[in-house]
């Protein structure tokens, strides 16, 4: 059990708020707004997922906002050219793919670091997709949101996605060697070279499947309203990384699971809610989310402190 | 187990495992190997010895093709091969447990073990299970107490060693070079990797032992090979016809005859005790009660083994790890050294062993290197200085005779002895009292050698207290005025210039030396 | 790591930057300014402009004089944007709701950046936490206070015109931020290349651990420029209020990534050690007159794009200065491997 003390510690956290709110806010736990609470959290898992295996890797991927951006916007107008979305569903993926391989191929074929180049592919797809876009709102045709079923069939279709893909990563990455080999790269990549583990295809993979997962990503997220926003990515970047962070992977690489990386979005996730619930003004959400980081952070360096004296 | 179930390594014995033959290789302008023949045979154990600088570490990335020689032949298992990589290397059945296990420190020992021996496609099922199993039955084979699952971040270094140890059996290998395996072992571990040894030999695997350890090397040791810079100086069963090697022949291979090379004579006379120590210790590096005192113009030596506690010490009076007991008196005055900033106001420079990582700075400047630690005197209210900069580089250039393009140049470009000058002359630059040198020449060509041991003696000279770290027997030997051996993180015996190579060897090793 | 002399490499970055920013400057004079149909000079070409393109890189170009010596220490601080934020809602806050003179209110502002700096520095240098996660964990916490003092709505206004006059108007002919501007480089690249600072931030953004054994306080350097980085973020959210006359939650959003593409455009390593303030003075110009510029082309004007397409461009000249080094060092170490591969064997 030591070993998941990480994970277990924001389990407990969470548990903790999950708890406080069923004593002070008994009206959190409402069906219908817990539902909608899940589904509009569950595009950022499936991009927390590949965040995750990307930190656990030992890199870091900030154009994931931009990524998703580019994305939503494509998939929303191929559906409103009339594409069925299982045609819209592949296609974006392959996209997100691509644009993943873009970020790979120049952290794995040059060694360029990876927060300056994907800072730098972040600006890029932003502001191309601002010029060719100029802002405009894709309205969709009918039959595209919730995947043209009842409202709670979407969200639990969503839900039990974004969750199937959770548990389908979460185990690969434990029982699949590919998997292993992420780890491997992540906490000694010299090492994992003369283990036979090729790093600089592992980083490449990684980024690649990011990208896949956000064009996923951005189809279950344009499914949830008649229109695409054209910035929907804006920001993403930061809330997936946070929630992986405090979720008990290290940015240094090697560390965690994705289970943690769930806790720890679920966690983040919680703030606004719990805020809203116990009255006090949602403006606090971020400082609040700030304030959580650091303190996974700092937990995290305090123990590494003490048990390397 | 015992080593008489081995099969005896006679000299008729068929084609050896691993034969290596007149290999020479040069670093730069550095010769660490010159035509060294070395031979290894199945079950034997055969120990390599040799001081450090002997060319032991550079032997070794030959026989595991990490480092390609620049000319010999390489023999394995009858086959002779044109070039060794290190992945042609381990699929020939050769395993190297280095001093620092290359391992995945974040995750389980069970799955270092199945990264490295498992194989097979990427979206292959791991089998926690049999991994966990394979583990635990290795690791008991190696006799480790080890928990599979444990991280292996949270073993000792003695631990890692056997999960490497346990690596190389999983892997079959017929051979195992065990680099200074015992240097950090308890009597116990120790026990049971000399078991273990035993054990891998009975199975018909050869093993190269390197240790420094002589007790070591006579009971596990079947033959010895000792290797003095960077050459061969002999091959010698360790019984033969009932009769055992003794420790002073062995000693003797290790030192040579000629302690006599040419170094500058001595020129000053030791005038007032600089820096007393009285029973200095510190519990986190593990020095412990060393008393010493070093004078004016006067150079200590310290001998010792790697790992006696020699870097230890120096760290500790640079206040890198300061002294948790005993006391410091510079001049007669108790003194404090708590950080390196306070060592250097105090009188006390310290040129590092790991010129590379501490020594310089590689992509600086060469006169920005040399000016780094005295920022403070040349550039007064912080700001730079070029002109005073400029006039200090080029006086140190011209004085140390660092030979180089010019003082803009990054200290990089620079070979390695005049990188080492580079270093020498950031620490002269602060006016010390007392210098203390960690390994100046090593991997340093010969010429900018004695060139540094001409500077030495010049600083001592001019009436600085010099400290001078060397595994270099002959080098502690011809410069020193007195010579301190340390041994277990301690000062054993404090001993005369001019004292025989084989007496301050044998205070090193433990045989009894002259207290 | 090559032999040949990182300083002439670093001229050559510079050189090379001066002469895109010079190319751009001339083509934008000449494609970017018209004559209209009263006869007046208008676009690119006249002072006016050019002084908003001041006025307008001012405030991201402070940010990069601050991320200058952290980057040089191989570290990062992604909090200056939020923290331009949150100075500016305090400085509001102060002024309007504190009732401070508008002297006293910008220098305990000041003292706030220092402060927020130094939690970062504290962090990072005190528990030895990698600055990328700290300073993520700071820019939510100090965007996110903004928020909260402001309930995401309020805007502090209604500033005297004395205070104005530093964001608005001109002194000695130059718009008054610029010489705020100018003064603050002048001290950074002094700080950086003339001071034993500067030294010691090279040496600890090369080997922190070579720096240790040279004697000099390495985290305290580094803490320094932590603090320094949070003083300087606060006096542009200074200038960012008195420019737009309004002090907001939301200001200077994103800018942290503009300012830290100013300095890796102007030649800084990631990695730390080798950069220059002159590099990211470049840098800044070239994002600035790119962006400036493009809004006075016709064709642009007639896509109403400038904006975009100067991010765009930004964002490419970026990858294109990260990757054309090894893309260089890689074809041209393939070649001698190839026709040496005979000889050893």
């Known amino acids: 059990m030591k070993r998941y003390f990480r994970e277990l510690s924001v389990l407990a956290a969470l548990l903790v708020v999950l708890l406080g709110l069923a004593v002070l806010a008994p009206g959190f736990y409402q069906p219908q707004p817990l539902l909608s609470l899940l589904t509009r959290e569950a595009p950022t898992l499936v991009v927390a997922c590949g965040m995750a295996l990307v930190i656990i890797s030992r890199q870091i991927d900030i154009s994931v906002g931009s990524q998703f951006s580019v994305c939503s916007v494509c998939a929303g107008l191929l559906a409103a050219r009339g594409w069925p979305l299982a045609a819209v569903l592949p296609a974006a993926v392959g996209l997100g793919a691509l644009l993943g391989s873009l970020n790979g191929a120049l952290v794995a074929g040059l060694g360029l670091p990876s927060i300056v180049v994907t800072l730098a592919t972040m600006v890029t797809l932003r502001q191309g997709l601002n010029l060719v876009r100029q802002g405009e709102f894709v309205n969709l045709p009918d039959g595209v949101q919730w995947f043209g079923l009842s409202q709670a069939g979407g969200q639990w279709t969503l839900v039990g996605l974004a969750l199937a893909l959770l548990v389908v990563l979460g185990l690969g990455l434990r029982h699949l060697a590919a998997g292993r080999q992420v780890y ?126 | ?88 290397a381990q699929e020939l059945g050769i395993a190297c447990i280095y001093q620092q296990p290359a391992l995945f420190p974040d995750l389980s020992v069970a799955e270092n073990l199945g990264l490295r021996l498992e194989r097979g496609g990427r979206c292959r099922r791991i089998r926690w299970g049999e991994r966990r199993e394979l583990a635990s039955r290795l690791l008991a084979r190696v006799g480790a107490g080890i928990d599979p699952a444990a991280e292996v971040r949270e073993l000792s270094m003695p631990e890692q060693q056997l999960v490497e140890i346990a690596c190389a059996v999983g892997a079959g290998a017929q051979i195992v070079i065990m680099d200074e395996p015992t240097a950090s072992l308890t009597r116990r571990e120790q026990e049971s990797l000399f078991a273990v040894v035993r054990d891998l030999q009975a199975h018909g695997v050869g093993i190269v032992y390197i240790s420094h350890r002589l007790e070591e090397i006579f009971a596990l040791a079947d033959r010895v090979t000792v290797l003095r810079d960077g050459e061969s100086v002999g091959t010698r069963p360790i019984r033969e ?42 519990r986190a590096s593990g020095v412990r009660q060393v008393s010493l ?223 | 790591m090559s032999p040949s002399s990182w300083k002439s490499r670093l001229f050559r970055h510079e050189t090379l930057l001066l002469l895109v920013l010079v190319a751009e400057w001339v083509f934008f004079y000449h494609y970017g300014t018209t004559t209209n149909r009263r006869g007046v000079v208008v676009g690119f070409g006249t002072l006016d402009r050019q002084f908003d393109i001041l006025r307008h890189s001012c405030e991201i170009g402070l940010l990069a004089l601050a991320l200058t010596p952290v980057i040089l220490t191989a570290g990062i601080d992604l909090s200056v944007g939020s923290l331009l934020g949150l100075c500016a809602i305090l400085f509001g806050k102060l002024w309007h709701d504190g009732g401070l003179p508008v002297p006293f209110a910008a220098g305990l ?132 209020t008195a420019r737009l006359g309004q002090a907001k939650a939301d200001a200077g959003t994103g800018y942290e990534l503009f300012a830290i593409t100013a300095v890796v455009l102007g030649g800084t390593s990631i990695f730390g050690g080798s950069g220059s303030v002159t590099g990211t003075l470049l840098g800044v110009a070239a994002i600035a007159v790119l962006k400036s510029g493009l809004a006075t082309l016709p064709a642009v004007i007639r896509l109403n794009a400038a904006e975009e397409i100067a991010g765009l461009l930004t964002g490419a000249l970026l990858l294109f200065a990260l990757a054309a080094g090894p893309l260089l060092r890689r074809l041209t170490t393939l070649l001698p491997r190839r026709s040496r591969s005979p000889q050893a064997r």
């Open chain 1, 184 to 309: 491997a790269v992540g906490t000694n990549a010299e090492a994992a070279r003369l283990a036979g583990v090729p790093p600089r295809q592992v980083t490449f993979a990684v980024f690649v499947l990011l990208g896949a997962l956000t064009g996923l990503a951005a189809v279950m997220n344009i499914v949830q309203s008649p229109q695409v926003q054209p910035l929907s990515g804006a920001g993403l970047e930061l809330k997936v990384i946070a929630a992986v962070v405090v979720g008990g992977v290290a940015i240094s690489g090697g560390r965690g699971n994705l289970w943690g990386a769930f806790a720890g979005l679920l966690l983040l996730a919680c703030v606004s809610p719990a805020l809203t619930h116990l009255r006090i003004e949602a403006y606090w959400e971020k400082a609040f989310q700030g304030a959580i980081i650091l303190l996974a952070v700092v937990a995290d360096g305090v123990r590494t402190r003490r048990s390397q004296p």
């Open chain 2, 1 to 88: 187990m015992s080593a008489s179930d081995a099969p005896t390594p006679a000299h008729g014995a068929p084609a050896p495992l691993l034969k290596l033959e007149r290999i020479t290789k040069s670093y730069g302008g550095v010769r660490a190997l010159r035509g060294v023949d070395f031979e290894l045979a199945a079950g034997e154990v055969h120990a390599l010895l040799g001081e450090n600088g002997a060319g032991k570490s550079t032997l070794i990335k030959v026989a595991t093709g990490a480092h390609a020689p620049d000319s010999g032949r390489i023999t394995l298992g009858g086959r002779t091969l044109p070039a060794l990589t290190p992945v042609l």
């Open chain 2, 241 to 282: 016809h009932g009769q055992t090697l003794s420790e002073a022949d062995l000693i003797r291979l290790m030192v040579g005859r000629e302690v006599a090379r040419l170094y500058p004579p001595a020129e000053s006379v030791p005038g007032e005790v600089v820096l007393a120590l009285q029973d200095v210790g510190c």
């Open chain 2, 293 to 515: 005192e070093v004078r004016a113009g006067e150079i200590l030596g310290l001998a010792g083994l790697v790992g006696a506690g020699r870097t230890e010490l120096a760290r500790l009076l640079f206040g890198l790890t300061p002294a948790d007991s005993g006391q410091i008196r510079l001049n007669g005055q108790a003194v404090t050294l708590r950080s390196p900033r306070e060592a250097i106001a105090r009188g006390i420079a310290y040129v590092p062993e790991d010129r590379r990582r501490h020594g310089v700075i590689l992509e600086l400047p060469i006169e920005q290197n040399l000016t780094l630690a005295v920022h403070r005197r040349l550039f007064p209210g912080g700001w730079l200085r070029d002109g005073a900069e400029r006039s200090l580089a080029e006086g140190f250039i011209e004085r140390l005779g660092i030979k180089c393009a010019g003082p803009s140049h990054p200290v990089g470009t620079l070979s390695g002895g005049n990188q080492q000058k580079v270093s020498l002359g950031r620490w002269l630059a602060t006016q010390p009292k007392v210098l203390i040198l960690d390994e100046p020449t090593q991997g340093v060509d010969v010429g900018a050698k004695s060139e540094i041991h001409r500077i030495i003696r010049q600083l001592a000279k001019e009436g600085l207290a010099v400290i001078l770290i060397s595994s270099d027997l002959p080098e502690v030997l011809g410069m020193s005025g007195r010579i301190g051996v340390m041994r277990g993180g301690t000062l054993v015996a404090t001993l005369p210039g001019g004292t025989e190579a084989p007496v301050v060897m044998a205070a090193a090793l433990g045989q009894g030396g002259g207290k």
């Open chain 3, 109 to 240: 502002t000041l003292l706030i950046g220092a402060v927020a700096g130094g939690l970062n520095a504290g962090l990072i240098t005190g528990l030895r936490l990698p600055p990328l996660i700290v300073t993520l964990g700071t820019y939510s916490l100090f965007r996110g206070l903004a928020e909260a003092i402001t309930h995401g709505a309020i805007t502090y206004t209604d500033f005297p015109a004395g205070f104005l006059f530093f964001g608005q108007e001109r002194w000695l002919g130059l718009p008054t931020q610029a010489w705020l501007f100018a003064a603050v480089a002048l001290g950074v690249w002094l700080l950086v290349h003339r001071s034993v600072f500067g030294r010691s931030f090279r040496a600890a953004g090369y080997a922190p651990e070579g720096a240790r054994y040279a004697g000099l306080p390495v985290e305290r350097r580094v803490a320094l420029v932590y603090i320094l980085a949070g003083v300087i973020a606060a006096l542009a959210a200074i200038i960012y």
